[in-house]
């Protein structure tokens, strides 16, 4: 089967880098994300929050397809990449992860060099450039360089959890992705190492889109341009970050943020 | 304050912790009592026969001049052979089992009867190999028709603890290599696969340590008691330790008796050898990070 190439940009919308309408997904009978749609502009940061369990990892999960590993889990509606809707039976969900990387909440290194962490993903993908080069320049870029060059053929699991995560970062940013999603990750870091994710998730943000989805409220609102509140599988509250926490339209959003529930 | 309302009776939960150790204590003692027995009284009876003439000499009627020489070429030979069938398929069943194979009521079907199957008497499987290998597909008495036995023999074993490996393997290990636009087939080889191996060669190697005991398929496809030459390929008829053990053992006269307990000893030196080895295997391969 002929799938669809998604480097064509003949739909594209200069501003938006994705877009769901009426996205749905379904555990069994129940939906874990009911009914959302929204657009996540191109170069911002994005970030969902809501309590545990309200549907924001699975949300984040339909964006590259990674729901597809769960035989359960079904997906209803669209997800729009440059006017693509990725979930079109042509759309090859290798393609989208390569074009849409992904951060887990736990550092999940390969059991490999960190070197072999970074050179994986550019050999799978057939990468034609020079590997040391790409290697050095995507550690650079996750701001990981200074502390692992000399070590690059030590393994990656020697690494402390921080410094794992920031390879994460690296090992996605390798394959030059558009578009990064972030799952909580820092939620298993410290307050230092956290700090350097959130500077890290900055600086990124000159070149990709990220969509982050945290529990850490303070978190959201350092980093992200745009915050989505998510409550029970449904978008509740989805605007400017600024705003959105100074002045919530929605009464669930302001006790939210206000703690008093979540 | 009248009634206490907490009764710690610290001394008796205590002595009853005493006895459970006590209780635990005695398995372990008595199944490495037993063992022991077995082994002294094999040493004694066999240790004065071992000599390099002994493993260097075919098998002899007069006792002095016997040897296990073609008995340790072929269970080398079968073991070879055997791990040569059993791994291939045996990995290659559970990784389909585990990682394509769609969750519905065949699936577990199959699964639930590998598990019998690795119950069933090993004369049954016997007798299927000389049906099949034997007869049907013409390999005759040789050490192939054997191997492939013992293969079919120790199969359900190898499948089941390749399947404990696969699953072991943590499922963030997966989503990082399909979060970079890995396939299928590029997650299994470079990272299911690779943090299996040393489970998986450890259940490859129990089910070896198993294979190298086994008599009665062998005896029921047809494996011959006196050879007097060395197998050159998989064609050539074969004997093997426990047969020239159990082929000794019931001489008449003693002397064969200690010369049973001879290979007995050599058989369990053999499987020391084969388990060290596959720790230095499975470490090495661990050690890789």
Redo the contacts between chains.
Sequence with gaps: MATKDLRDRSGDAPDIALETRALSVYYGESAAVNDISLTIPRNRVVAFIGPSGCGKSTFLRCFNRMNDLIPAARVEGEVLFRGTNLYAHDVDAVEVRRRIGMVFQKPNPFPKTIYENIAFGLRINGFQGKLDEQVEHSLRSAALWDEVKDRLQESALELSGGQQQRLCIARALAIEPEILLMDEPASALDPIATGKIEDLIRDLREDYTIVIVTHNMQQAARVSDYTAFLYLGELIEYGDTDRLFTNPREERTEQYITGRFG | MSGERFRPARDRRRRVGAIFRMVCLVSIGFSMLVLAILLVDVARDGLHWLSWDFLARYPSRIPERAGIKSAILGSLWMMGLTAAISFPLGVGAAIYLEEYAP?NWLTRLLQTNIGNLAGVPSIVYGILGLAIFVRFFGFGRSLLAGAATLALLVLPVVIVASQEALKAV?S????????????KW?TIR??VLP?ALPGILTGMILSLSRAIGETAPLIMIGALTFIAFSPTSPMDPFTVLPIQIFNWTSKPQAEFHDLAAGAIIVLLVVLLVMNTGAILLRNKFQKR?
Excluded: N
């Excluded at chain 2, 290990?173 to 396939?183: H, M, W």
């Design positions: 969750r943590p963030s290990l997966r989503e990082a290599s399909y979060g970079l636009g890995a396939t590029q470079h990272h943090m990070f």
